[in-house]
């Protein structure tokens, strides 16, 4: 017995001894480090080359690709976020960029993680995980920097900690909203120093406006449009389906197409009127030749209507008008497609003009934009010559869009892993086993500790809005970097209380915040519509099959048969073929 | 002796096979719909003025919405009021009324006019 115990105490130490000397070393190399914050591109080089820290993992977990690698990566990997199916290779699953290596392409379809955003279904994501870590960018030993919507719930938020800690067993872990890293990006390699921003993310599923004041994520204006590029590719799908030629079953042909010819009009009354001529006037009509997957891998605008293209010859074409840019229009004018929705111009003003009246010209001149649809040509012209003529004469616009839109939140990681303050804002695998996805959640859910604040009638700086018990902390250390607070658990159960005492004596008066439900519920009508809408469209299809020549609705059965294997758990009403 | 007394003391309900059955893979994963997610979130009791992720839905806009053609794309100063389809000149109001009833239903769908009282 005396033995046995003999045996444990010194490995005890020993990891007493290895925890403590841990700790001193990093707090030696926290109080070495330069305490000038302010990160110059040159600084951070050397503050990277310093950081001691496990290699880091940057994850731009998008809805429709995901955005991976290491920080030591010059770009990151951008790899589908899906698992996709073909027609031609029955018994496969294309798992993330395995789809590089099927020949055609043609009658796609997807199995999307995210809905909305948000990641639901985690027998699809978790594969395209395994797939990632595994062959993209190993993930053992190492810190992870994630990125997550704004308001990602709670139950998300859980199974993502089991995931990433108890199965991949990762070292610690940051999870992040993309603008954050975006506006971080931005404030230190664009504008040099930390000025009021807003950041416009218009992504797959849907466009946030999000305006940063003091570095801080301001809340009460943050705005999302629910359209993104996801409703752009369907509608355009939809619309040449009605128009010319049946292509219901070809998203991903689709996509490509409107990645091709689509653009942003400058002058949309202007590009109407000459999409309306005939002959040599239209000078917007194109024709676009559709992929083969024999000859032609990649479908492409024509050039030339009358030089002969050899390739082309017996392609199927479309013929491409208005659509090339009524479609990315519903960005602007989500209403042309019924959903009442202000535009993402008329956003960014409604966001200006919800937050305190001082920062409003300030955040005029730092306009973010960021997102695959801000790769539309004639995009950040569009934006810039709305808001010129939405805004005050005298303030000055400036819109900035990045060289890579859609990898700029993954470089923003990229630059924040170099950072000595990554270290703080990092959840460790040893908190989360002491303390659980409770602790997690409330450190990567800077909503919770937002400023409550005003309405748009009345915009004033909300400083007094905010329980005097928590602002009156001596020791409440907030972080600048994304305005997290850093708050003690008794301070935090205090705050909690004092919370719920504030909701107790304000539960009585709380007219307007039952017309808020009405509103969200109509808003949530309104979403559904939109999702019923494409099953109408089938429905209707179904019974002019005649008409449309319809194969995809014979198939539908076939689909029962696939091989389940690797989702024993699987519900095949998620196989759809289009972006749902 | 030693060997004894630690026979004796070892917790008999201590498996020594057990393996924790979260680290296996074949866990089965509440799968709940964003949906469901989104109105047990709606359901929770919110602090007033609280902004959460229904709240920041962006709000309609006060422009009314312009009118284009069902048919074209083009701009459509008329509507036709059996089929409530828009039109943009004569030649497509021809082609419009030779469409079966779920076409026409089905233009008003992509337009997201497809409900009654719309």
């Known amino acids: 017995m005396s033995l046995s115990k003999g045996d444990e105490i010194p490995e005890k130490r020993l990891k007493i001894e290895r925890t403590y000397s841990n700790r001193s070393r990093s707090d030696k190399t926290r109080s070495r480090r330069p305490t000038t914050e302010e990160l110059s591109p040159s600084t951070s080089k050397t503050n990277k080359e310093k950081y001691a820290g496990p290699p880091i993992l940057i994850l731009d977990n998008g809805a429709y690709t995901a955005k991976i690698g290491v920080s030591s990566d010059e770009s990151a990997k951008i790899i589908p976020n899906c698992i996709m199916k073909v027609k031609s290779e029955r018994k496969r699953f294309f798992i993330g960029n395995q789809i590089e290596e099927c020949r055609d392409l043609s009658g796609l379809y997807y199995l999307l993680p995210c809905e909305k955003g948000f990641t639901v279904k985690w027998t699809v994501q978790k594969p395209v995980w395994d797939y990632m870590f595994n062959n993209v960018s190993h993930i053992e030993d190492k810190g992870v920097i994630m990125t997550q919507p704004i308001f990602n719930f709670k139950t998300i938020q859980e199974i993502t900690d089991e995931i990433f800690f108890e199965e991949y067993e990762i070292k610690s872990m940051l999870r992040v909203n993309p603008c954050d890293l975006a506006k971080y990006e931005y404030v230190n390699r664009v504008a040099g120093k930390n000025v009021p921003c807003i950041v416009v993310d218009s992504g797959f599923s849907y466009t946030t406006v999000v305006p940063y004041i003091d570095g801080k994520k301001y809340y009460p204006a943050t705005r999302r449009i629910n359209v993104g590029g996801k409703m752009l590719t369907n509608y355009l799908k939809e619309i040449i389906s009605y128009r010319q030629l049946h292509v219901m079953d070809e998203t991903y042909v689709i996509n490509q197409v409107k990645e091709d010819s689509c653009y942003v009009s400058s002058n949309f009354k202007e590009d109407m009127r000459i999409a309306g001529l005939h002959g040599d006037a239209n000078s917007i009509v194109k024709s676009y030749v559709l992929p083969d997957f024999n000859n032609i891998r990649r479908g492409y605008v024509q050039e030339s209507k009358g030089a002969a293209d050899h390739i082309a010859e017996g392609c199927q074409i479309l013929r491409l008008n208005n659509e090339r840019f009524t479609v990315p229009e519903l960005l602007f004018h989500p209403s042309d497609i019924g959903i009442e929705s202000v535009g993402i111009a008329e956003c960014i003003v409604k966001c200006i003009h919800a937050c305190p009246e001082k920062e409003r010209p300030h955040l005029a001149k730092h306009i973010v934009l960021m997102g695959g649809n801000c790769n539309f040509p004639g995009f950040k012209e569009r934006v810039y010559f709305d808001l010129r003529s939405y805004l005050p004469d005298h303030w000055s616009v400036n819109v900035h869009k990045p060289e890579n839109p859609i990898t700029f939140a993954w470089q923003g990681g990229k630059s924040l892993s170099a950072d000595p303050k990554l270290k703080s804002l990092f959840v460790t695998k040893e908190q989360y086993e002491e303390r659980g996805t409770a602790f997690t959640y409330e450190r990567f859910s800077d909503w919770l500790h937002a400023e409550k604040t005003c309405n748009e009638e009345n915009p004033s700086p909300t400083i007094e809005t905010v329980p005097s018990s928590i602002l009156n902390k001596s020791n409440l250390t907030r972080f600048d970097l994304f305005g997290k607070h850093e708050v003690e658990s008794e301070e935090l159960s205090e705050s909690l209380n004092a919370n719920s005492t504030d909701k107790l004596s304000k539960e009585t008066t709380s007219d307007s915040k039952t017309d808020g439900a009405d509103n969200s519920k109509d808003n949530d009508s309104s979403e559904s519509s939109i999702v019923g809408r494409d099953i109408d469209v089938h429905q209707d299809d179904d019974s002019n099959k005649a008409k449309f020549k319809s194969s995809l609705f014979l198939e539908t059965n076939e689909n029962d048969s696939f091989d389940t294997h690797c989702f024993s758990s699987y519900d095949f009403n998620i196989f759809s073929n289009s972006f749902v | ?118």
């Open chain 2, 1 to 118: 002796m030693t060997e004894f007394i630690k026979s004796e003391i070892r917790p008999v309900f201590k498996a020594t096979t057990f393996q924790h059955t979260s680290k296996s893979n074949n866990k089965k994963r509440a799968w709940k719909s964003l949906k469901q997610i989104i109105s047990t979130e709606r359901s929770l009791q919110w602090p007033e003025n609280y902004v959460h992720y229904s709240s920041i839905n962006a709000p309609p806009s006060f422009k009314p919405a312009e009118k284009f053609s069902d048919l074209s794309g083009l701009p459509a100063p008329y509507t036709d009021p059996q089929t409530r389809l828009r039109f943009a000149n004569k030649e497509e109001y021809g082609t419009l009324i030779g469409l079966p009833m779920d076409i026409t239903a089905g233009y008003l769908a992509l337009r997201g006019a497809s409900s009654i009282v719309g």
